[in-house]
């Protein structure tokens, strides 16, 4: 096994580096969009590959195979999640799984449904077609604000209306950084004379922050592998509320979901998460993903990885603070990976010519940071084996380019 780093920010991250092919002469700071595959992960996914083509992909073997492979990996979500394994759905990514209870709830003309400003376009264009369709209206409550400042929660509790059926948020906002009080918002929403169920985009949670979604009494959850866990692009992951399963009605509907009799007549839906679940997937990525996990592990708890992560974060934080013409997205070092800044122009306003220019100039250096739309603005995403060294590239690197970039 390799040594993990200590806590004193020394270069000791580099031997973990080289696991993943990626990080090969470059420093990435993008893992918020994708992370990289460690090379174990990689070659777990061709040895299942080949196993399933070497014993024949429709054989009995196989078919055993698969079942104990997506049990495995119901379990490992479970178990990061801290929840019941029957509550977990395998499915290809984030919006796929958003877009399960989104379609699954019985919505009537008049109803509404709670966002965010900080939502995802993918979520936000679900959530506007079911509005068109079903006659259900939308509200946006303003959480950027609080980035600089402000209570989520109370800005939660006054957008909400006696209509209101669904809150969607993400726990981890994609933009600021931001770590939202999901058990302080889930009991709000409970609390209202007429409950609100929550449906959370976890895609910048899972695998960066420890979790108990149990204790949050969460309803919905959905996540993805390719980001913080840094495991293959295809596959994630949806908890429903046990509570809550058979109020949700499948919308994909497939062998996977179902139940038969003797004669393979369809029966009903199966008792459990995998009732969502529709039919054939890329089943040697479950291997590759449970490998890519199972390596973080091997450095640390979840608790011991996010605290090292947000101290690197912090650092580069207070790093580009210290720049005059950079303003940062939040008003303190966020509790994540996700560090945002703006650059100013002479005028003090945020430049999205030169967020453009700078993104583009540094991939050119194999430094890989990228722009967001809303707030337009630069996102570095720092991970728990991101090192000293880069942070302090980076940060120097930034100085430089905006010293050769004055009226940018």
Known sequence: MVSRPSSDFTDSAQPWQQQFPALA????????GQGPMPQAAIDAIYQAHLR???????????????????????QTFAEDLQVPTDAI???????????????????????????????????????????????????????????????????????LQPRTRLLVLSHLLWNTG???????????????????????????????????LAATEVDFYAFTGHKWCCGPAGLGGLYVRPALREAIAPTFIGWRGITTDAQATPTGWEPTGQ????????????VGLQTAMALHRDWGTAVERYQHLCQL??????????????????????????????ILTAEGT????????????????NFLLRTLLHPHCVRACVHYFTSASELQALGDRIGQWLAAHPLA
């Open 178 to 212: 931001q770590v939202l009080p999901l058990a302080d918002i889930v009991r709000c929403c409970h609390g209202q004379p007429q409950p609100v169920w929550v449906l959370v985009d976890a895609a910048q949670s899972v695998g960066m922050m420890p979790l108990d």
């Open 350 to 365: 945020p430049s999205p010519k030169a967020h453009t220019q700078l993104v583009t100039d540094l991939e050119a250096e």
């Open 275 to 286: 009732r969502y679940e529709v039919a054939t997937s890329d089943y040697p990525l479950m």
């Open 89 to 159: 759905t395998l499915t290809e990514n984030v919006t796929v799984g958003c877009n399960i209870p989104l379609w699954g709830i019985d919505w009537q003309a008049g109803d509404r449904i709670l966002l965010t400003d900080c939502e995802h376009p993918g979520v936000i264009a679900a959530v506007e077609e079911i509005s068109r369709r079903f006659q259900v209206e939308i509200d946006i409550c303003p959480m950027l604000a609080t980035a600089q400042g402000g209570d989520p929660v109370a800005v939660i509790e006054a957008a």
């Open 52 to 74: 399933v083509q070497t014993e024949g992909p429709f054989s009995g073997r196989i078919y055993h195979w698969i079942q104990q492979t997506t049990t495995a990996m119901r």
């Open 25 to 32: 002469h470059k420093h990435y700071f993008n893992f918020g």
């Open 313 to 342: 974060s912090a650092q580069l934080w207070q790093h580009l603070q210290q720049q005059p013409r950079l303003q940062m997205i939040t008003a303190t070092p966020p509790l994540s990976g996700l560090v945002s800044f703006q």
